[in-house]
């Protein structure tokens, strides 16, 4: 025996497949996950069950819903003038973290990559369009990241929005409040002059 | 909603339970969950559940088995006359990786922790004992980790093995292999000097 038995080496295979999770982690998991009770592993194993069973797409916004629309879509002291745009259901949870923001929100499902066939039919832009179409849409914020693949998705939307007179904004980028002007990177940099603004 | 929805928040939460996960790796093993397809998560599901039913005790050496005696007690070309001591059953297949060791194993389940409970009963030293007592061992190697309660655990296991003749060795423990001397600690060092042997 230089290997694990069949059912640990499955199991370290399937930790493996966590995005970041090398063998040594994996096993480590894995052993872990022996040493609990059954209780333990059954509540484990129903919580991955659970989470692709119950969490449902929201029919407005395209993010992650209990069944129906969202808690923020279907909040009524929510501003529907101004969606801000984000590639993946897990960045709202992170715009909700900036305190203050009171729009709505729309997921795409991802960045434009041709490359990779991820082309406009793949992401929620239809959706987003005939929201904006559907008029009462003040502002559109774009906070795709600052990729190639979220710039042109950036560029993309910004275009195919242009009939529907809202206001069309994007997120700055620059240098991170915190930051050290002297580890930027030049892209950033590149922003973060671009970007400048007036200094009152 | 400044949280996730239940299913996810109760994913992330099992995740969290993982070994030297935080919130933020958590979340993000629990996205990577929710873009699988329904077979992906029921396979990694069913391999948890899997690993907790099918994997058993080997009943002469208390390590991981499928089944029965496991592959390495089972082996007819195994020395059961060399009997190497280790904590936990992964300890086995680290051992395992050194070539050349063509004895046999005795898992503990654990190092000695009279503080947290951890008492001889509660570790599988009775059955190492006995395999002893009935005979045929020439050598019991103590592979217990070089920390205080292991050295507590050996200690303790040398003085339970006395009365049967076997002699009974400790790994060398001292500076690492392709490690550098400036960078051991004191104990490293101190546990070096101690195990010095003469330089032909």
Redesign the interface.
Known sequence: ????????R??I??FR????VGSK?A????????E?S?E????????????????RRCPVCCG???GGE???CADPDRDRGIICVVE???D??VM??VRGYRGVYHVLGGALAPLDHVTPDKLHIKELIDRVAAGGVREVILATNPTPAGDTTATYLARALEPYGAEVSRLAYGIPVGGDIEYADEVTLYRAMEGRRNFR
Chains 1, 2 share one sequence.
């Open positions: 025996m230089t290997e694990y038995i069949p059912p640990i499955r199991l295979e399937e497949k966590l995005p970041g982690t096993a480590r998991y894995a052993f872990a996950m022996l609990r059954e333990e592993t059954a509540a484990f194993a129903d919580a991955i069950l659970g989470a692709k069973r119950d969490v992650f819903s209990a969202c808690e923020i993946d259901p897990k709202v949870a909700e973290r």
